[in-house]
């Protein structure tokens, strides 16, 4: 650090946000080629941050180290870019959010340079834990619901048809992750899926990306672990209604989107502003409650294989209707 330009890049929030911002490390380091860079990262996302090889530090908003580099302002070069709904007044989001960063900070973007690896220490707590829901090494199906914006949501009644067809037609295994708070800081518990192992605010980010390495696909909203998927290139069903999944995902991402063909689809990027607003909307969010769970059922199957499932006397199947914990999963014969 003494014979360097110490060069710090800051997200205080957003995986997907992140992921888009890394994009521009290249770049920067182009800008100062002497440089030594730390990059600031939301909550709990170091360890991934840092698994690209792109910065030569990473560290969390509110760590230790954040603060010893935060009384070095005056000694380096400090970016904390913005996206245009950040700045004052806001401004459309017409570009993929890498470009936004991209141009905040004059910069070109290079998203094919961002790509996750999970630490060892999750991928071995991963293992341990698959053990007890997985005995049989089914497929696995990750859903993840939310909450975030309410707008961004996919009805409850959807995920559990989705989740039943599942479970009819496939040998996979359904794993819902996430945690009950949303992208407002609001206590929002999302609803139980039957036939689903719950995993609900049980793993941290990196232990949410070693076991989405071990998915056969993962399902979800527009939301952090989505784009965990696409930085680490796996398969992925991605559910999007005011936002475009095309200004979201990583371009190398294996993902299929999954929208409704509502005329007002993608308001978020209108050249006007958006419009919806985060908890509603005034079509009463018809573009995320459109999609049909055949539809992303078709998707995921695609990934998976559909398989004939073998019939199960009723009383066998009426047991199983129900969320399962960390220790038993829904068997199938």
Not at 28 to 42: D, K, Q
Not at 66 to 93: A, K, N, V
Not at 119 to 130: C, E, G, I, Y
Not at 170 to 188: E, F, H, P, Y
Request: glycine content about 8%; aromatic content about 6%; charged content about 20%.
């Amino acid at each position: 650090m003494r014979r360097k330009e110490l060069l710090v890049l800051t997200r205080r929030s957003g995986v997907g946000d992140l992921v888009c911002m890394l994009g521009c490390v290249r770049g920067l380091r182009a800008r100062h080629p002497n440089s030594w860079m730390v990059v600031i990262s939301p909550p709990g996302c170091s360890e991934l941050a840092a698994s690209t090889g792109l910065p030569d530090a990473a560290t969390d908003k509110g760590s230790f180290f954040h603060g010893f580099i935060s009384c070095l302002r005056g000694r380096g070069t400090f970016y904390d870019p913005l996206l245009p709904d950040e700045c004052d007044p806001p401004r459309p989001q017409r570009l993929h959010l890498a470009e936004e960063f991209a141009r905040a900070l004059d910069l070109p973007a290079d998203l094919s340079s961002v790509a996750f690896q999970a630490p060892p220490r999750a991928r071995r707590f991963l293992a341990r834990r698959l053990r007890n829901v997985n005995l049989l090494q089914r497929p696995i199906v990750v859903f993840h619901l939310g909450p975030t914006w309410p707008v961004r949501e996919w009805p409850a009644e959807n995920w559990r048809e989705l989740a039943e067809q599942i479970f009819e037609s496939t040998s996979a295994i359904v794993i819902k992750i996430g945690i009950n708070l949303d992208s407002m800081c609001r206590v929002r518990p999302c609803a139980p899926i039957p036939n689903a192992v719950d995993w609900t605010n049980q793993l941290d980010i990196s232990e949410t990306a070693a076991l989405l390495e071990l998915a056969a696909v993962f399902v979800g909203i527009d939301s952090g672990p989505l784009h965990i998927a696409g930085a680490l290139g796996v398969p992925a069903v991605g559910l999007f209604g005011p936002i475009s999944g095309h200004l979201r995902l990583h371009p190398h991402a294996r993902a299929t989107i999954v929208s409704g063909s509502a005329p007002c689809l993608g308001c978020h990027h209108r050249p006007t502003g958006q419009l919806h607003w985060k908890t509603g909307c005034p079509y009463d969010i018809v573009c995320m409650r459109e999609i049909t769970a055949k539809d992303v059922f078709t998707a995921v199957a695609a990934y998976i294989g559909a398989v004939d499932r073998c019939a199960v006397p009723q009383n066998h199947a009426t047991c199983l209707s129900r969320t399962y914990g960390d220790s038993q999963a829904p068997s199938k014969p």
